[in-house]
């Protein structure tokens, strides 16, 4: 993999395992000093290990225990993170849960909020802490890993859908708020990966998931599903000095051809292509329901 990341800094939150190690992996192999954090002390020091086999010339790896519901321990990791790595160029936030899934009315009002506090606000007041810093720098890079609940109804995962449509509107808000500062933002879908969260859908059963997502995630987990590599090029591409400029969008790494779109940056940022929009009647060839 060509360093593309030489130098740069970046704190990855849920870095320990699945998605999130495969990206501190590649984003070692791309040059990067990297700080994954993680609930799971244990996991995390075997992760650390890990991706230290990989670095070369100087590069650090350090691990951190973090919650992202906890914002004292977002404030406290984001200090962390500045003190050992010296500046922080590069925010991914990957971290995430399904939370309750069923029937809305089956689901607890806890594992609700859970879902909202770790999905939405957990990213949220990850940006937050990082703001001065990247604005003080004039760059920053934010890269916010969404999911098939942000573009598509999820029936009996209600609170993991509206978490990650909401996430991916605030890195849309963001994106704009912040652009004079040179900070970019962009959420990108991995597509259905064959991860922990896999089997926690296959162990809830069809009964609580629904039978039609059951049997998806069986092929998934049957098949392998979409190809981790992609999303970890996708977030190395969206981490380094070649997609700046890119910013507010919503990228498929399975099935969007964003290795293109740094030579259509032009039309890609003159419209609101790979975005969340609501579809009117015109866009589907109809002549009625609009003015």
């Known amino acids: 993999m060509a360093r593309s990341l030489e130098g740069r800094n970046a704190i990855i939150t849920g870095g320990s395992r699945g998605l999130g190690f495969s990206i501190a992996q590649g984003y070692v192999l791309a040059g990067a000093n990297i700080f994954i954090t993680g609930r799971d002390e244990t ?3 075997k992760a650390e290990r890990d991706l230290g086999k990989f670095c070369s010339n100087g590069q650090k790896v350090k691990a951190y225990v973090m919650d992202v519901s906890n914002p004292m321990e977002i404030k406290q990791t984001i200090k962390e993170a500045i003190s050992n790595l010296g ?3 590069i925010l991914i936030n990957n ?3 399904h939370g309750g899934t069923g029937p809305l009315e089956l689901i607890s009002d806890d594992e609700w909020c859970l879902a909202i506090n770790v999905n ?3 990213s949220v007041l990850m940006c937050k802490g ?4 990247f604005k003080e720098n004039k760059y920053g890079k934010i890269i916010q890993i969404s999911g098939g609940g942000a573009t598509g109804p999820m029936p009996f995962f209600s609170a993991y859908a509206a978490s990650k449509a909401g996430v991916v509107r605030f890195i849309e808000t963001i994106a704009e708020e912040y652009k004079e500062f040179s900070i970019y933002a962009n959420s990108v879908s ?4 064959n991860t922990r969260l896999t089997d926690e859908v296959l162990e809830a059963g069809p009964n609580t998931v629904g039978v039609k997502y059951y049997k998806k995630m069986q092929g998934v987990k049957s098949e392998g599903g979409a190809p981790i590599e992609k999303a970890v090029s996708l977030a190395v591409f969206l981490g380094s000095s070649n997609s700046d400029g890119i910013s507010g969008k919503l990228i498929s790494a399975h099935w969007d051809k964003w290795d293109k779109f740094i030579d259509n940056k032009q039309d890609l ?3 609101d292509i790979f975005t969340l929009r609501r579809i009117i009647a015109k866009d589907r060839g109809f002549d009625w329901g609009d003015v």
Request: glycine residues 18%.
């Open 43 to 45: 996991f995390l020091k």
């Open 269 to 271: 940022m003159g419209s």
């Open 130 to 133: 990082l703001i001065e810093h």
């Open 87 to 89: 500046s922080i160029e």
């Open 190 to 193: 991995p597509g259905a990966l």
């Open 120 to 122: 939405l606000m957990g």
């Open 95 to 97: 971290a995430g849960l």
